[in-house]
């Protein structure tokens, strides 16, 4: 078991293509982890081991690879790049202590370098920026170096270069060469390297400012360590008031053992990590250092399907906790005993008697969920779960094979477990199964997963509005039901007043009845049979709202009247009154909230009012602008792929519905003439 001071917990973040999967690779085969790299073209990488992962050749799934080094444990988690399954990354950050920004050496800064960066910001997270692929024919490290210093808006400060036969450390003044495993065996740093010197002393400077005896000393010329200069750095990288930079080339395992030095040297282990914050069972709240003596608790963040067999991934925030253990589920109520726990390289699981505070970790046979809290029975505390980006696209799905229904909602709950980034849900107005992801992708992933494992074959449609009908005009009407059959007849008779209400109202129901013209027995019964056909629309089928029916009058029969003659009453009356009372379709308004850089906000204010959009203001800063404006749902089901194309990538949103609102005659006529059509066909 290792000590909670000599874990290193770094997830590998950056754009796609930025060589994550293959760093990871060779930074494990450096360690000596593994006797081989796995190659991404091959399908054999320990970190993608799912089968759509390996056909699409690219991560998308945040995957665990736990090793040791110089004494350390180290927990590298390789998260997705490709837009869409950046919900994993931003998954793992929530229970990472560090970061490595990872730019390709020839593309350089990209969307979504920017975006996982902002992610490391929300969390606090110090990051470590590593120029990749250093030994591609087109790569300058020096313009790589300048664009990182504008395009992160940080102080950066280089601490490794590329050389010809490997990676200088420039605060150790050695070469790592490249390909090495196991022990580092280093050479003596070449003189007249450009740009060496400038850099090395911007190093020591940072690390000066950090430490008031280590600036006294630079202030009086004195040359610093390279031990002082790393205790110093290691002050301003947990404070995020400066990014090493650092370079490899992951294929051909150039600067791994010198990357994994830095980590054990520069980077915080859980024990300098602040407190996490829970609350008690009472709602007080409550904080819990990673000290290993502590109660435990620890947060599941994900599941994992590997090796047949579900894993629960889990953070051990404080505490330790054995192997069998009987914990409490502080989300869920109840116990989980956790009977194997251990440690993952990938989807290979490796039975473990002990784990503590800062271990990321794996347990088989509990019952947990992604986001759920365990910990201690005797000294409860629940963390809160992981809150996602959004989801910007939506499908319905329907199954194929009748019976299925069960199965989809089964296999999608388990599938959620792994990706707590999608939400699905059943539409209690439209039926349907909506899937909501962060991409055409994203969703295409979900369902082949739904397809390859639990047998489930779906189509896919855009789903339905939930549009609103209501009246425009307060009118009056009679509904009579009489039928007189061998026996017993049936006989009700209601007069009912529809007048409109303000937007957002619902429906109100009451009755004026005096003197007994429909007996108080009756009342609830025309109620239940307004209610009833109000939900079953007038002019689309979809429900009457924002009115107000009142019984104010009618008649009964003294043996022939029933609850059934009068529920069957009121639905004539009802719909009287709608053919009166000139009934009109309402539509789902959003409020939309669009993020994009400066050059990018004329497309989009000039996109939006296309959308039946109206522009309520601007604000931003930093480059980046956020627009504000108010669009009809039915305007937005392309709109992530559309802000993708106009922005480069680079625009993200979010929704919130505000209000229903009427649609225009044309539209509606043509929404009213597709639902007939579509009723007509269900008929046949």
Known sequence: MARTGDIRNVALI???????????????????????????????TITDFDGEEQSRQLSISAAVASFD????????????????????????????D?????????????????????????????????????DGERTEFAAQVAALR??????????????????????????????????????????GLEHAAEWRAETMEFAAENDEALLDKYMEEEDLSADEIFSGLKLGVAERSVVPVACAAGPRNVGSLALLDLMVDLLPSP?????????????????????????????????QFGESRRVILMRVWSGTVQSGATVANATRGGKERLGTIGTLLGERFTDASELTAGDICGAVKVSAEAGDTLCAEDAPI??????????????????????????????????????PSFRFLRDPETEEWVLSGAGDMHLQVILAHLRSRFGVEVDTSRPKIAYRETVRRRVEAQGRHKKQTGGAGQFGDVLLRMEPLERGAGFEFSDEIFGGSVPKQYIPSVEKGARGRVLEGFLAGFPLVDLKVTLYDGSYHSVDSSDLAFQLAARIGVEACCQKADAYLLEPILNIYVTVPDDCVGDIMADLPRRRGTVMGSSGSGGLQTIEAQVPAAEMSTYATDLRSMT???GTFRTEFVRYDEVPHELSQKIIAERAAARAEERR
């Open 14 to 44: 950056g754009h796609r293509g930025s060589g994550k999967t293959a760093l990871t690779e060779a930074l494990i085969h450096a360690a000596g982890a593994t006797n081989r790299m796995g190659v991404v073209s091959a399908r054999n």
């Open 150 to 191: 504008e395009a992160l808006g940080s102080r950066i400060t280089v601490v490794q270069m590329p050389v010809a036969d490997g990676v200088a450390d420039l605060v150790r003044g050695v070469v790592y060469p490249g390909g090495q495993t196991g022990q580092a065996q280093t050479a003596a740093l070449p003189a």
């Open 271 to 303: 024990a300098e990590r602040p407190a996490q914050h829970g609350t008690r069972p009472n709602g007080e709240p409550a904080e819990r250092p990673a000290d290993p003596a502590g109660p435990f608790s620890a947060l599941c963040f994900k599941a």
């Open 98 to 134: 560090a970061a490595l920004l990872l730019v390709h050496g020839e593309s350089g800064v990209e969307v979504e370098t920017l975006k996982v960066w902002r992610y490391t910001a929300e969390y606090g997270l110090p990051v470590v920026a590593v120029i990749t692929h250093v």
């Open 648 to 650: 480069q990538g680079r």
């Open 382 to 419: 629940g963390y809160p779960p992981t809150t996602y980006p959004a989801p910007l696209i939506s499908v319905a799905i329907h199954p194929r094979s009748r019976g299925d229904e069960e199965k989809i909602g089964a296999g999608l709950s388990q599938l959620r477990s792994e990706d």
């Open 69 to 96: 080094y110089r004494g350390k444990r180290i927990n590298l988690i390789d998260t997705p790049g490709y837009a869409d399954f950046l919900g994993e990354t931003y998954g793992a950050l929530r229970v990472a």
